[in-house]
């Protein structure tokens, strides 16, 4: 059956059943139909609590795909079935790959959110919400530049704030604005990022409260004036209508998982060029609520769960009991040459020669004090010597191995990686960031680049040294580093796989997120606004005249 299938089998409880579960009555909540619900924040007690936080990360991203989705909910299903009180904290997907090519983000097989195409297309508005925030500060910057009346005098080429869509469309990367003489505006360049690139995204999934959220709002860089003087939204006082329009966004997202156990989503950034991890919010109100919180973050762990422990861990006060590590035969192979034609047969060689992608996630991860548990996403196709390979693996690194099936059989497949992590999150760890945000710009960049990624130098674009300098002269050099690198290699070549080495890593431009409250080394060719594949996922698509989809996977 595929996941559509498998999502409509099922019998979904009332979302009041579910809250339940909770201890959320119904003055805690605001329903969005049957099965979904918003969390009402400002009523909502315990948020300072501390309970167990589970990390899920994974090896390398490969095309096959590794399955942290759908380890997260098997895992926390599990955590229940074992007698553990646990709900799953995911991000929202974004429209845009869903049209495109990595389809939905709701899990897989019997591990799944559901409703799964309610959740995959425009759940609860949140994206629509937040593309329209960025929207208005857009329009008013450009408001500004036309109006000489009330002008800041904005230098229009300093202005880096861009539009936002939810959709892949590469022919809105690069754009004028302005055009159609005087009364049509300032001419200027521009272009679209997806709204899960939007700083204003970030900004959703950082903040403790609609206050903090409209001051990080106020604080978002614009540019300078021609006298070269910077601009923040605060001085457009666009900060407040910003805020009023994700008045609902902020708000975690409750549904449930087909096991019948709550799962909260909330937010969606991306990992290599923001967070990539759910809101602040989110985490805490599943802390609140309930004894373990399990948790992913996007990419491989170089990228969402270095972010997710430097940046949101320390901006929140938030301390990982545990950490799961998930990688797949399939993937391993693929990081050791295999071709992706040749990935569902035996080799065991080349699984062996994948096992340093691996080697190195682990190490990282001891980096930040964590005792890690490795996961081995289960597919038919894996046999068992190739199983025993990793398992032999992770016995002379001393790691804990499990094998999760929870795609097949819910969380029922995924008690052993429940129990281990039960075990993990009940003895002390010694968690600690990998750099203190206070250090100078250079110094975060190289440990980061050096100790996670395994490079062994840095160097400057012009166009990078010009952006450090201008961060400096802001006085903003206390915000931690949200690297942007391609998440296909450990290092910022997307063609170096398994475990690269005597690499240098090129920052070749600096960004500055004072509203978020990070700075973004970027590093390649980041791709901010994807384009559509040669056949999009949209063309396989439909929905009949009792309103059944068809084709969404």
Avoid at 117 to 132: M, V
Avoid at 256 to 267: D, R
Avoid at 394 to 420: D, F, H, N, P, R
């Amino acid at each position: 059956m595929s996941d559509i299938a498998i999502a409509r089998a099922a019998k979904l409880a009332p979302i009041t059943e579910i809250a339940k579960q909770l201890s959320l009555e119904a003055g805690h909540l605001e329903l969005y139909g049957d099965y979904k619900a918003k969390i009402k924040i400002t009523n909502l007690p315990g948020l300072e609590t501390q309970e167990k936080l589970i990390l899920v990360s994974a090896i390398s991203p490969t095309p096959p795909g590794e399955g942290k989705t759908t380890t997260s909910i098997g895992l926390s299903d599990a955590l229940n079935v074992i007698g553990e009180q646990s709900v799953v904290v995911l991000r929202e997907p974004s429209l845009g790959p869903i049209f495109g090519m990595k389809g939905g983000a709701t899990g897989g097989g019997h591990a799944q959110v559901v409703p799964m195409e309610d959740i995959n297309l425009h759940f609860t508005g949140d994206f629509s919400a937040i593309e329209k925030a960025n929207n208005l500060l857009a329009a008013v910057i450009d408001n500004n530049i036309q109006c000489k009346n009330r002008s800041l005098q904005i230098d229009p080429r300093t202005v880096a704030w861009r539009r936002v869509l939810d959709m892949n469309d590469r022919a809105l990367r690069n754009i004028v604005v302005g055009l159609g003489g005087k009364s049509g505006g300032i001419p200027r360049e521009t272009g679209f990022d997806i709204t899960a690139a939007s700083e204003v995204m970030a900004i959703l999934c950082l903040a403790s409260s609609i206050q903090d959220l409209k001051e990080r709002m106020g604080n978002i860089f614009v540019g300078k004036t021609f006298a070269g003087e910077p601009v923040f939204a605060r001085d457009l006082q666009v900060e407040g209508a910003m805020a009023v329009l994700l008045k609902d966004a902020i708000k975690p997202n409750l549904v449930q998982t087909l096991g019948g156990f709550p799962a909260i989503i909330h937010g969606g950034p991306f990992a290599n060029i923001a967070q990539g991890t759910n809101s602040i919010l989110a985490t805490k109100a599943g802390l609140a609520l309930s004894d373990y919180v399990v948790t992913e973050a996007g990419f491989g762990f170089d990228l969402g769960g270095e972010k997710f422990l430097d940046i949101k861990c320390v901006s929140a006060g938030l301390h990982p009991a545990a950490a799961v590590l998930v990688a797949t035969v399939r993937a391993l192979k693929y990081h050791g040459g295999v071709s992706l034609s040749e990935l569902e047969k035996p080799n065991l060689e080349g699984l062996k020669e994948g096992l340093c992608n691996l080697d190195k996630h682990l190490e990282n991860m001891q980096k930040f004090g964590l005792d890690p548990v490795v996961a081995i996403n289960h597919f038919k196709t894996d046999t068992a010597d190739e199983v025993r390979i990793i398992q032999e693996f992770c016995e002379t690194k001393q790691v804990s191995c499990a094998i999760s099936k929870a795609w097949e059989q819910g969380g029922e497949g995924a008690t052993a990686l429940a129990q281990m992590v039960v075990d993990k999150a009940n003895k002390s760890n010694t968690f600690r960031p990998l750099y203190d945000w206070n250090w100078p710009i250079e110094d975060k960049i190289n440990t980061v680049a050096k100790e996670i990624y395994g490079a062994t130098l840095v160097t400057y674009a012009a166009q990078a040294k010009g952006d450090l300098a201008n961060i400096k002269s802001l006085g903003l050099t206390h915000l931690p580093i949200c690297m942007a690198k391609t998440q296909k290699s450990l290092s910022d070549n997307p063609k170096l796989l398994g475990k690269p080495t005597d690499f240098e890593l090129m920052v070749r431009q600096i960004e500055l997120a004072a509203g978020a409250g990070f700075i973004i080394p970027i590093t390649g060719n980041i791709m901010r606004m994807p384009g559509l594949p040669s056949i999009p996922a949209s063309e396989q698509m439909d929905i009949d005249a009792s309103g059944q989809i068809t084709g969404l996977f």
